[in-house]
């Protein structure tokens, strides 16, 4: 069992972590099963007291994933009264998930600041336990296990955000190969809404957001009908990014 | 001064409210100048222990305007390290800010959570200020006093948000009379971007949202040019609210 220091650590102060990942069309996310009992976590953690939270929510990551570039948005702050549950917090010892010691510092009541991040899961080599968990997995986000405290209620939080910034940011970039087609960047959105989309008008809908080159190349140099390859232009995506899309007014 | 029981507050959290006031087409927004000094705060304050963060901002802003109703977002938490400032909080105590027993609290790691609202500011009758301020003040955007820590940078993210969530949200609902024109409308959209509009496609793009409702009458019974009046449609505007208003995928 690692060493927690509390003085070291910022009280009341948590973040968690919801890391999608995408890969064959298929949207999950990194959880931990906590040791001992059936019950999973989203990473995350406490916030040193000379650390950044944007700092200590990508060092949390880098644990757990092994990767250390990955593009984390904070999207909500947590801070119900009710995410501080003393029952579950005595459950925790007496099923030794965490020691009786541990007990006041996890009894606080925290507010968590919650990030998400989207990354190609096949990049995540080995997902790596935490100190209180026994394993680090991707789970399907229609199929989730039982999750602590209202971890699920920040993870529906986190697909709702996504879902919505779709309207007003780009994405893609990390996520597809360097050249896709226009097929392939509609199955990445479909996975994320969780819908199916008019072909015609996510083509137009897309090509409106001026970050799409088109590489004049197809995905087979056989078929006629095969489709084009396309690349985004880094930086009409960048700036799409910072400014939103949807700049109409 | 007031009383601080520090026992009864949550340690390194605190609240900021960007209280935007719009009226005749002005952007303004809600500052307290700090008692002795030429210093400038958002309102806000700290959390108590048994108390949600959102019931926390509401009483805030309830103490300060005199407005219970007052729609409120959160919209960023901010957690830097170098939110905290030693100097700063020596140089309130040497100015009689606040008393020397406050400085160890105040002289806490804080992360802030930030929440903006928008009101029509002529509720608002008589600004109240707080037990460290002299005055409470509605402030042009355009031309701010000096505020204390990260204040400005706070500010400039909510008005950042706002506008951007202009591509995403319905706006006006109790801020605009319940029957108003098409340029009144526009107004309000062009004070909060800061920038002129033009007049087809702006009302093309409001028509597209679907929340508008044509009374058929006009401003005046009289000229023949006078523009028709609109209201919002309430449950299509709080469904848009929700829903995100570009859900055009």
Redesign the interface.
Known sequence: MANLNTDLL????AIDCVVFGFHENELKVLLLKLKNIDLWALPGGF?H??????TEAHNALELRTGLDNIFLK?F??F???ERNDTDHNKMLVDKKVIPEEWFPWFNQ?F?S?GFYALVEYSQVKEPIPGPISEACEWCSVNDLPPLMLDHEHILTVAHETLK?E???QPIGLNLLPKRFTIPELQSL?ETI?G?K?DRR??RR?VMSFGILVCTNERRTGVAHKAPLLYEFDEASYIKANEA??????
Not at 10 to 13: E, F, G, R, Y
Not at 244 to 249: H, I, K, P, Q, V
């Open positions: 910022t009280p009341s102060v916030v007291k000379h650390v950044d939270i944007e904070q909500h702050t801070g119900s009264i009541r507010i600041i919505k779709l309207n007003n959105y809404l819908k989309l008008n996510f809908k939103g899309l949807s700049s109409g007014w």
